[in-house]
T-cell receptor, first 113, second 115 residues
Framework: NAGVTQTPKFRVLKTGQSMTLLCAQDMNHEYMYWYRQDPGMGLRLIHYSVGEGTTAKGEVPDGYNVSRLKKQNFLLGLESAAPSQTSVYFC????????????FGPGTRLTVL | AQSVAQPEDQVNVAEGNPLTVKCTYSVSGNPYLFWYVQYPNRGLQFLLKYITGDNLVKGSYGFEAEFNKSQTSFHLKKPSALVSDSALYFCAVRDEEDSSYKLIFGSGTRLLVRP
């Protein structure tokens, strides 16, 4: 997983609860991403960051917030969880220096009841 | 706008036979193309990519992909399938000019290799 870890691995929430997913990387990469994976829809980009202190919206940002206060960590927040946010969430980094390839963390499976 | 299409939800092939998983793309500029594989309850693993140069790209586990600019396709191939190749495969594209390196993914194709 190219040094990308995600916490937690599983979580069950009730509608309206909040939580934060943590993505951590140990290789000093600038570019980090949050995706969600849903059956038949592939991976869709939620938010991304091109460096410490910067974030930007992806394809499906509504209902999520992110922060990148430290270069190593990219946090994804759900302020008021909804059943439609039941999904598997993946964090990724882009490794530059000639390879220009995204590498993914192991994922977080979130269920919202 | 960028997009990726994987027209087959599932591909079935017998072990030892060649396999092809199809992918077509749309970008405004030059494409960078990727294939990833996902095994059950795992993250995505990088297989191969095309950036420039030879249209036939070789990757991990004996997979290869052929870039066809006129048909805007990047099909994944393997000469002889293994049961262990059974997994979910994703094609992805990004525009060469996109400085954020964002990827757009297809919906995925499930490959089932029967013994």
């Amino acid at each position: 997983n190219a040094g990308v870890t995600q916490t937690p691995k599983f979580r069950v929430l009730k509608t309206g609860q909040s939580m934060t997913l943590l993505c951590a990387q140990d290789m000093n990469h600038e570019y980090m991403y949050w995706y969600r994976q849903d059956p038949g829809m592939g991976l869709r980009l939620i938010h991304y960051s091109v460096g410490e202190g910067t974030t930007a919206k992806g394809e499906v940002p509504d209902g999520y917030n992110v922060s990148r206060l430290k270069k190593q960590n990219f946090l994804l927040g759900l302020e008021s969880a909804a059943p439609s946010q039941t999904s598997v969430y993946f964090c990724a980094i882009t490794r530059l220096a000639g390879t220009d390839t995204q590498y993914f963390g192991p994922g977080t499976r979130l269920t919202v009841l | 706008a960028q997009s990726v299409a994987q027209p087959e939800d599932q591909v079935n092939v017998a072990e030892g036979n060649p396999l092809t998983v199809k992918c077509t793309y749309s970008v405004s500029g030059n494409p960078y193309l990727f294939w990833y594989v996902q095994y059950p309850n795992r993250g995505l693993q990088f297989l191969l990519k095309y950036i420039t140069g030879d249209n036939l790209v070789k990757g991990s586990y004996g997979f290869e992909a052929e870039f066809n600019k006129s048909q805007t396709s990047f099909h994944l191939k393997k000469p002889s399938a293994l049961v262990s190749d059974s997994a979910l495969y994703f094609c992805a594209v990004r525009d060469e000019e996109d400085s954020s390196y964002k990827l757009i993914f297809g919906s995925g194709t499930r490959l089932l290799v029967r013994p």
